[in-house]
């Protein structure tokens, strides 16, 4: 299902603090990589302080905007930022422009993927035709092409009936749903979290319920039909929530939160800059630290960048005006080593296995293991290193990011991925 | 050591640019300013070669006319943009139009856009200083500073004035700069009206919400915000008719001694009934004439170097 160019398999081998959540590691090795395949495992006696390498990241949640939005990222700039910053793989989301939504618009992706793709990316399909919410996709056509799940990111499948029919025929495809949960009638013409600080700014509320009460819907139908389901950026305390009543009750639920909503809340907002524009928006430090307590406990599996690139000109525009959304593939490690692991809130090990072996699982792809006869998917991260994030470190064709000015401790030294060197700083 | 210390450029972009100094001194280089009104000859020459821009995104009649007349009376030369007719219907971007209008070396420029934070951009565009002429419903500083100048030479007073704002509150700029400028000189805002048209949150901010007219009555002033007929439609409210049964401010509910203010365009009949705007508790056109002086006061205060700045004077120069 992971499409990439094929190049060289590299040997080389790496001393560090050894940090593989999956196979229960850390302490200070050597890990040999012959060929692209990771040979030799060997305890050191020391190793750099600051230097862990762990499994490279995985990425459930990216938009390449190819087709039809190349100026703000293709897939060869988005796969090389997502080589910067430490995954092995990523899936991207169908909401282009054509909606991936056919077999041949999904195959060719896959053949420009092999061509220019730096690191394994798979692809999503479409639930609905045009994601228009009201005819299905050809499910199964496009799972036989290489969709790894199907999701109308970006917008919502608004009417209950046809989400209850997509999850029942997602068992012919055997791919799960990735969902949006948004009320659309809740929502609509919102800019920013409904809360104190939207009262004083006079920006329209995106309510927390209209996301929540989506979750619950989704939840209610996933656990009918009982079918696997992936919600995407949850944003609020109680989606969270839903999610954990849920899955004690037997769905089929995994969960992402984004590095952003983990680590900001609206008061961002009020210096309207329009970088602190996302959908869902960035709530309130009471969502966020319930975010944090999911992904501690388990509830979010997966930390998601939602990488979404927009042109300088776009988001350079009044708030109101300006797109949804930010970068994230190249500052996720930094923003949450910065704000989750050195502030003590959340240990290094449950950061690297939600980015990496959670959304692995999630959507069905090989779980990145540092094991002998395993293919090489390594991070090296340094997490002492400090660096002003500027408009001039992104690989990405987009600077959008809700991080830019400010100083990060922690940077990706090297990436392996598919057995192949694909960054080093 | 450099010579001279730059001063960051100053703007008017929200209430919350201003200190009580600065508001209290604005609100009094105004009073000096309104005796300059009574004069044959009412022009000032003590913004002579300046150059004042309004560049308005949005329909207006008595914010543009205020603030080219501010401009005028002070001898500032001034150039008006709206959105009609320029290369803003082209679709150049706010950036670009901004770009454009510095070529011009203007030394203010006064914003107003149906969004928010249009003037923040404008200012980061740009070497002028930039008034908020009201952006989207956020901010709207020199009503605000025309309103506390209303309210203070009718009562002679600021401090513990309790100010009832009736209306609709969620789509009102007016609403969200007069509260916290009423904050800031301490006075007291009250926030009245249904609530589907009170924001969520807003009791944050230090002011009290009550959901009945019947407030208004321990009020020492009745703001009224106007309503429009458009929040019909999304269901704000199920009709104009109940909406002032319930909150339309009548000669029934307003007490002896109380004044009555609003913002204009008044929708006579609907949130204020005509009886009540025409009568002696209404501050309406001093409200009109409040807003010539303190813009001209603003636009003063901005152009001139702090250190300098003493009450009134214009009048010497003049």
């Known amino acids: 299902m992971l499409a990439w160019q094929n190049g060289r398999l590299d040997s080389l081998a790496l001393r560090a603090r050894l940090v593989d959540p999956v196979e229960g590691i850390d302490a200070p090795a050597t890990v040999t990589v012959e060929d692209g395949v990771v040979t030799a495992i060997d305890g050191a006696p020391t190793a750099p302080a600051s230097l862990v390498l762990a499994p490279a990241f995985v990425d459930p949640h990216v938009h390449l905007r190819t087709p039809g939005r190349e100026d703000e ?12 910053g430490g995954y092995c793989a990523i899936v991207a989301m169908p909401n ?14 896959v053949e420009r993927a092999r061509e220019e793709a730096l690191v394994p990316t798979g692809f999503t399909a479409a639930i609905s035709k045009g994601q228009r919410g009201e005819e299905l996709t050809e499910m199964a056509e496009l799972a036989a092409a290489g969709a790894v799940a199907f999701t109308d990111d970006g917008s919502p499948v608004a009417s209950a009936g046809l989400m209850r029919r997509a999850l029942a025929y997602s068992a012919v495809a055997d791919r799960p749903l990735a969902l949006h949960c948004e009320e659309p009638t809740l929502s609509r013409g919102g800019q920013m979290h409904e809360g104190v600080v939207s009262a004083e700014l006079g920006l329209a509320g995106w309510p927390s319920v209209a996301e929540s009460l989506m979750v619950e819907r989704d939840l209610a139908l996933a656990g009918y039909e009982d079918r696997p389901v992936h919600l995407q950026h949850l944003s609020a305390r109680e989606s969270v929530d839903a999610v954990r009543r849920a899955r004690r009750a037997g769905v089929r639920v995994t969960a992402e939160a984004s590095p952003h909503h983990l680590c900001a809340t609206d008061e961002l907002v009020r210096s309207l800059d329009a970088n602190a524009k996302m959908n869902p928006p960035l709530r309130t430090e009471e969502d966020r630290a319930a975010l944090v307590e999911g992904l501690l406990d388990g509830t979010i599996d997966c930390i998601a960048t939602d990488h979404a690139p927009h042109a300088r000109h776009e988001k350079d525009a009044p708030f109101e005006e300006a797109p949804f959304g930010v970068t994230g593939l190249e500052t996720a490690f930094a923003a949450l080593n910065t704000y989750l692991v050195r502030t003590g809130e959340v240990p290094l090990a449950t950061i690297l296995e939600r980015l990496s072996a959670g ?10 293991r540092i094991a002998v006869g395993e293919p090489a998917n390594l991070v090296l991260l340094d997490l002492e290193a400090d660096w002003i994030v500027t408009e001039g470190s992104f690989r990405s064709r987009s ?27 | 050591m450099s010579a001279s210390v730059e001063r960051p450029r100053r703007h008017l ?5 201003l200190t009580r100094e600065d508001a209290e001194r604005v609100l ?19 913004l002579r070669g300046r150059l004042v821009v309004n560049l308005f995104y949005e329909s207006s009649t ?20 709206r959105s009609s007719g320029s290369s803003v219907d082209k679709g150049e971007s706010l950036r670009d139009t901004a770009l454009t209008l510095a070529a011009y070396d203007p030394d203010v420029i006064v914003v107003r856009h149906p969004h928010i934070g249009a003037p923040h951009l404008v200012a980061g565009a740009t070497d002028a200083h930039v008034v908020n002429a009201g952006d989207g419903k956020h901010q709207h500083p020199t009503q605000a500073l025309l309103d506390l100048f209303t309210i203070r030479e ?6 513990g004035v309790a100010v009832a704002i009736v209306g609709d509150v969620l789509h009102s700029r007016v609403a969200r700069s007069l509260v916290e400028a009423l904050l800031l000189v301490g006075a007291e805002p009250l926030l009245v009206g249904p609530p589907t048209l009170i924001p969520r949150g807003i009791e944050a901010t230090g002011c009290d919400v009550s959901h009945s007219v019947d407030a208004l009555a321990h009020a020492d002033v009745v703001y009224v915000l106007r309503m429009q007929a458009e929040r019909m439609e999304s269901a704000y409210v199920p009709s104009l008719r109940e909406y002032t049964a319930l909150y339309g401010v009548t000669p029934e509910r307003v007490r002896p001694g109380q004044v009555v203010m609003h913002p204009g365009p008044m929708n006579r009949g609907v949130e204020i009934d005509p009886r009540v705007a025409d009568s002696g508790a209404s501050l309406v056109t001093a409200q009109v004439r409040s807003g010539l002086v303190v813009r001209m006061a603003v636009l003063y205060d901005l152009l001139t170097a702090p250190g300098l700045r003493v009450v009134a004077p214009v009048l010497e120069v003049a």
Request: aromatic share 2%.
């Open chain 1, 399 to 425: 600077a959008n990011s809700w991080l830019l000015e400010r100083s990060l401790t922690g940077a990706v030294v090297k990436t392996v991925a598919a057995g192949r060197v694909v960054h080093a700083a």
């Open chain 1, 73 to 84: 990222e293709t897939i060869a700039s988005g796969t090389a930022a997502a080589a910067a």
């Open chain 2, 28 to 46: 009094d280089t105004a009073r000096g300013l309104e005796r300059t009104l009574d004069r044959e000859v009412k022009k000032l020459p003590t």
């Open chain 1, 359 to 368: 959304p692995a699982r999630a959507l069905g792809l090989p779980v990145p």
């Open chain 2, 62 to 81: 008595r914010t543009l006319a205020s603030f080219e007349l501010a401009a005028k009376r002070l001898s500032a030369d001034t150039m008006t943009l």
């Open chain 2, 13 to 17: 972009l929200g209430v919350g640019d």
């Open chain 2, 154 to 159: 009718a009562l002679g007073r600021l401090e």
């Open chain 1, 96 to 109: 282009t422009e054509p909606v991936v939504d056919t077999a041949s618009v999904l195959a060719a992706l």
